[in-house]
């Protein structure tokens, strides 16, 4: 049997619910999931978080084997680590799968380390476990987005709100004829003509106010000096609700003016007034 500690932990553990000190108000409050096994792998405490991470109530948990929380693809892997802290050493940061009351699988993190009487005899152990689901979603969500940004026919590039540039994904080094190391730690106005510098600022201060710049026509620089019209669309990225930076997506519109150039009958000035 695991964990050769003294019968009546279930009592134990029912008393353990009441918040009696410090410590076992940081279990009741934690956002963690935090688990006490007995022997055997007998749940013998469970904390709000786990009830919420797990699906399980108290009365439907305490007693049970903690395997309840593992699917049958991890049910080895799970005696493995009872095994161990059972021999005393602390298992740390396992990334691995569970299952909530309602059959539904997910990522955790788990730290289970052994629990010592006062002679030193292993009792039981302390499960913390952590829902690697947001986290997991954030990573896939920035390897989607680096993946765009590496493949986008779009020129994408980050800034300060000062207009100092940040990012820089290829096809702005294809647009604009610059590496990003030419480029990273300079203003924005190096890809305007000077003519343009003001509008810049302008477009920079609306940001500064949280709102977005879209599809708007402009003409921007070369490294070769050459010009050619872009359709930019700035977005604000914030920070708890706060502009702290821009991010500037720019179009080529050269192909397009040069179709409507081409589609103008002679004669007819591209503009009316």
Same mark, same amino acid.
Request: proline share 6%; glycine share 10%; charged share 20%.
């Given at each position: 049997?695991?964990?050769?500690?003294?019968?009546?932990?279930?009592?134990?553990?029912e008393?353990?619910?009441?918040?009696?000190?410090?410590?076992?108000a940081l279990?009741?409050?934690?956002?963690?999931?935090?688990?006490?096994?007995g022997?055997?792998?007998?749940?013998?405490?469970?904390?709000?978080?786990?009830?919420?991470?797990?699906?399980?109530?108290?009365?439907?948990?305490?007693g049970?084997?903690?395997?309840?929380?593992?699917?049958?693809?991890?049910?080895?892997?799970?005696?493995?680590?009872?095994?161990?802290?059972?021999?005393?050493?602390?298992?740390?940061?396992?990334?691995?799968?569970?299952?909530?009351?309602?059959?539904t699988?997910?990522?955790?993190?788990?730290?289970?380390?052994?629990?010592?009487?006062e002679? &030193?005899a292993?009792? $039981? +152990?302390?499960? =913390? #476990?952590? @829902?690697? !689901?947001? *986290?997991?979603?954030?990573?896939?969500? %920035?390897?989607r987005?680096a993946?765009?940004?590496e493949?986008?026919?779009?020129?994408?590039?980050?800034?300060?709100?000062?207009?100092?540039?940040?990012?820089?994904?290829?096809?702005?080094?294809?647009?604009?004829?610059?590496?990003?190391?030419?480029?990273?730690?300079?203003?924005?106005?190096?890809?305007?003509p000077?003519?343009?510098?003001?509008e810049?600022?302008?477009?920079?201060?609306?940001?500064?106010?949280?709102y977005p710049?879209?599809?708007?026509?402009?003409?921007?620089?070369?490294?070769?000096?050459?010009?050619?019209?872009?359709?930019?669309t700035?977005?604000?990225?914030?920070n708890? &609700?706060?502009p702290? $930076? +821009?991010?500037? =997506? #720019?179009? @080529?519109? !050269?192909? *397009?003016?040069?179709?409507k150039?081409? %589609?103008?009958?002679?004669?007819?000035?591209?503009?009316?007034?």
């Open positions: 049997m695991l964990f050769d500690g003294a019968p009546g932990y279930r009592r134990k553990a008393e353990s619910r009441r918040p009696t000190d410090w410590a076992s279990v009741q409050f934690s956002g963690e999931a935090i688990i006490g096994v022997p055997g792998g007998i749940v013998t405490s469970w904390n709000p978080a786990a009830a919420k991470l797990y699906g399980y109530t108290n009365e439907e948990i305490l049970k084997s903690v395997l309840l929380t593992t699917p049958e693809s991890h049910i080895e892997e799970s005696r493995a680590v009872l095994a161990k802290v059972s021999a005393g050493q602390p298992v740390e940061h396992l990334e691995t799968i569970r299952v909530r009351k309602d059959g699988l997910f990522p955790v993190s788990l730290t289970v380390a052994p629990i010592f009487d002679d &030193g292993i009792v $039981g +152990a302390a499960a =913390i #476990a952590s @829902d690697l !689901t947001q *986290l997991r979603q954030g990573v896939e969500s %920035a390897q987005l993946t765009f940004l493949h986008s026919d779009d020129a994408i590039i980050g800034q300060t709100l000062e207009g100092i540039m940040t990012s820089w994904n290829p096809a702005a080094q294809r647009m604009y004829g610059y590496d990003s190391e030419e480029v990273i730690g300079k203003p924005i106005e190096l890809l305007a000077a003519e343009r510098a003001d810049m600022k302008a477009v920079l201060a609306e940001i500064g106010t949280g710049v879209e599809h708007f026509e402009s003409v921007r620089l070369r490294k070769d000096g050459t010009t050619f019209p872009v359709s930019l700035i977005s604000p990225i914030l708890h &609700g706060v702290s $930076g +821009a991010t500037t =997506i #720019a179009r @080529d519109m !050269t192909e *397009l003016a040069e179709c150039a081409g %589609a103008r009958p002679s004669g007819v000035p591209s503009r009316v007034s």
